[in-house]
DNA sequence: CAATCGTCGATTGTCGACAATCTGGCACGC
DNA sequence: GCGTGCCAGATTGTCGACAATCGACGATTG
């Protein structure tokens, strides 16, 4: 019998940090905007404990920010984060393409087409919320092939913040354009043999998405949703 | 009037945490040791409340693990976990030299020259246990000049483990060894202007250093095995 | 004797109430 | 008018008690 974890083991803890990080994440809980226990604990008929660790999760997840006996608000929207977070990204995703390399693992092409067919599908029909989903599962699948965990709990680090930046793109403009040809790009690269070029074509592709999350960061009114107060950082 | 955090704003949660950390990374706990809350918030004389959260931000640091319903444990050491340590440590400090670099901050090479001195200044007085917390320093002042939160975080998420091995391997041989020339050539890499020549040497250093721990590692007779009695009493 | 099932202790999960702290506004004195 | 101190509301922090679940041990039965 292989080893399999089928329970789906149910803490109420859990279930909150899901659909919390869903609300915000689909965008149903602006940036900046706060977030009271005892409100949340009402509206997802929880106590305050549950409710408490849900949100600490989503704090190391970094889309929460709280200051103690103050107030606990959603993740503000920076510039400066959208370019850390390329350019870390450029750095784990050139390192887990490495990693991938060094095993050697066939069955990861195979699944890397399935998944980028299914985010080219996406793309053409026009449903930009499910190829954000698609577009992070394709390159998910790079850091699951790596078998590295360390570097997915790193990945994961930073997928919120990717994600809530790319939502809050998606709402302000409807579609975020077209990309099927990077994403083209990528694959052939990434079924090529030169690490080499590998290594550029992430370098450009981490480029180009940054630039053009930068463009619309900067093109919005208020950034961080500071309404009232002054910031928190 | 430049940004300061004046008030050290304390929460119990933050101090059992801390507590607890030092008393993980000190070897009081032994990897893989139970941590039953209820004897842990006698222990440290606080309600379950605030030991459940800290208990939370351990695990999300890679220090402890948890099973719903069953039990928390100190998380146990494993050779695997050394390579992806130091494989992805190697990814990282790379990223974040040439992050310094392209900042060209000079004050960063004198307070790193400081950092080395004081690290030789422990291994040559034969102070191991200080000499990993001024390695820790020395290494750390790289991601601090790299301004790249979202790069410390991550190597936050890295040093905890890191420091629990070296911990470890400090307890079970005493001294880690002469490690001055490496340190050494670090510096002078690091001063010098060939990037190239840098990455070179940080693999090498983490090659060496994986080495190391994985050799010493080996060595155990039970790795992650439960001592008899995780004591805390 | 082996396998199965129920019971029991241990541990974590959850809850509601109370205390500590912060923010903002207002009255007061200068 | 301006600064100061204080008060009230709101929010988070903390606590103790109760419920849910798990793992192991032992009784039971074939």
């Known amino acids: 019998m292989p080893g399999l974890d089928p329970v789906p083991k149910s803490t109420l803890r859990a279930h909150v ?11 149903d809980i602006a940036p ?9 604990s009402e ?17 190391e997840e970094g889309l929460v920010v709280t200051v103690p006996y103050t107030g606990t608000h959603v993740a503000p929207l920076s510039v400066d984060d959208v370019h850390e977070i390329y350019s870390l990204r450029t750095a784990l995703e050139t390192f887990a393409f490495e990693q991938v390399w060094a095993r050697r693992d066939d069955r990861f092409r195979a699944e890397l087409n399935r998944r980028n067919a299914a985010l080219i599908a996406t793309i053409d029909a026009g449903d930009d919320r499910a190829s954000i989903l ?100």
């Open 17 to 27: 940090a899901e659909r919390l990080r869903a609300a915000i994440l689909a965008g």
């Open 32 to 40: 900046g905007a706060p977030l009271v226990e005892t409100a949340l």
């Open 43 to 59: 509206r997802f008929d929880v106590s305050r404990g549950p409710l408490r660790e849900a949100l600490r999760q989503l704090i």
């Open 134 to 233: 698609s577009e992070l599962e394709l390159h998910g699948l790079v850091y699951e092939a790596s078998g590295h965990r360390l570097l997915q709990r790193a990945w994961h680090g930073l997928r919120g913040r990717l994600q809530l930046y790319w939502a809050a793109h998606h709402r302000a403009h409807g579609r975020r354009g077209p990309r099927r040809d990077s994403h083209d790009s990528y694959i052939i690269a990434a079924l090529g043999n030169d690490l080499a070029v590998l290594r550029l074509e992430v370098a450009d592709h981490m480029r180009r998405g940054a630039e053009q999350t930068e463009k619309f960061l900067r093109a919005m009114p208020n950034l961080s949703g500071e309404s009232k107060r002054g910031d928190m950082t």
